[in-house]
């Protein structure tokens, strides 16, 4: 039987970051994570040499897309993308 494209696929979910480099670099964009991760599992748990950043604002430049090597990464501030509740 074939598998649907539906039943193979992962839903995935832009999260917002803001990164510090080695170099004093802040970049601040977005990275795309799947729903059953974190963005922490993307620097703690993934293999790859580099994360892709997109949407980022570096520098003089808006919207480009960026490749960052982790090891040049001091540290990754993610974005809280849920409101906090409030008691009623």
């Known amino acids: 039987m074939e598998q649907s494209k539906q039943d193979t696929c992962t839903k995935t979910d832009y999260k917002k970051i803001t990164v510090k480099t080695s170099d004093g670099s802040t970049i ?10 974190r963005v922490s599992d ?6 790859a040499t580099f994360i892709v950043i997109v949407d980022v604002s570096y520098r ?11 090891r040049h990464i ?15």
């Not at 001091?74 to 009623?88: A, M, N, R």
């Open 28 to 37: 601040q964009g977005k990275i795309n994570v799947s729903s059953d991760q």
């Open 42 to 47: 993307l620097f703690t748990k993934s293999e």
């Open 60 to 70: 003089d430049g808006v919207g480009k897309t960026l490749f960052v090597n982790k």
């Open 74 to 88: 001091i540290w990754v501030e993610p974005e809280d993308s849920e409101e906090p509740q409030q008691d009623i």
